[in-house]
């Protein structure tokens, strides 16, 4: 079983930034499909970006031009980039990891993400 655990949230300014992380113990994740998602106070958990073992990306509209998924080279980190930050950003952030054709998924338990002046 894969144990994902999020680094990386805080408090945050409009327009600051912040860098996420994703790591799992006693496992690498170069195999894994990573999906970043979020979930905001009395809303649904909604995808953020996705970085698939060949280290394509995909994001969602809202966060486009500002967020940056990667691995590292090794293969046992996954990374959220956050620039410009808006309040709208507050969320828990959570990362799932998945292998390609898989049912079953692991999650991390998420980092809190509070962009405020």
């Known amino acids: 079983q894969v144990q994902v655990v999020e680094s990386g949230g805080g408090l945050v300014q409009p327009g600051g930034s912040l860098r996420l992380s994703c790591a799992a113990s006693?496992?690498?994740?170069?195999?894994?499909?990573m999906t970043w998602y979020r979930q905001a106070p009395g809303k649904q958990r909604v995808m953020v970006a996705i970085?698939?073992?060949?280290?394509?990306?995909i994001y969602a509209e809202s966060v486009k031009g500002r967020f940056t998924c990667s691995r590292d080279s090794a293969g046992n980190t996954v990374f959220l980039q956050m620039d410009s930050l808006k309040p709208e950003d507050t969320a828990v952030y959570y990362c799932?990891?998945?292998?390609?054709?898989?049912?079953?998924?692991?999650w991390g338990q998420g980092t809190q993400v509070t962009v405020s002046s």
């Open positions: 799932e990891a998945r292998r390609v054709g898989a049912t079953v998924a692991y």
């Open positions: 006693k496992s690498s994740l170069s195999d894994y499909t």
């Open positions: 970085i698939t073992v060949s280290g394509d990306t």
